[in-house]
């Protein structure tokens, strides 16, 4: 079983920056694909970002690439999001996922343990 806590979110202006931080718990977190998703209000919860257990492979979403940063330190147990250039649209209920096979994985049905979410609010 793997818990995990994000924190990190608020709000913030348009073009301003945010990092969100995912704490896992567990011994293995190394050998878990990490992903991050959104949830605008009404609507449904769609893939961000994700990261290979390594931390050698990433993968982004067309609508965050070349603004957001996915990263983790495996040493902390620790998946990071980093949000740059942050835009009205990119407000949403931000989750950390996590799924027992080690590579990337886009799909929500692949992953195995989520987040209770953190809000994330970009004002014009």
């Known amino acids: 079983q793997v818990q995990l806590v994000e924190s990190g979110g608020g709000l913030v202006q348009a073009g301003g920056s945010l990092r969100l931080s995912c704490a896992a718990s567990?011994?293995?977190?190394?050998?878990?694909?990490m992903g991050w998703f959104r949830q605008a209000r009404g609507k449904e919860r769609v893939f961000v970002a994700t990261?290979?257990?390594?931390?050698?492979?990433?993968f982004y979403a067309g609508s965050v690439k070349g603004r957001f940063t996915i990263s983790r330190d495996n040493a902390k147990n620790t998946v990071y999001l980093q949000m740059d250039s942050l835009k009205p649209e990119d407000t949403a209920v931000y989750y950390c996922a996590a799924d027992r096979r080690a590579s990337i994985q886009l799909s929500i049905s692949a992953y195995d343990y989520w987040g209770q979410g953190t809000q994330v609010t970009v004002s014009s």
């Open positions: 990261i290979s257990g390594d931390g050698v492979s990433t």
């Open positions: 567990g011994r293995t977190f190394s050998n878990y694909a």
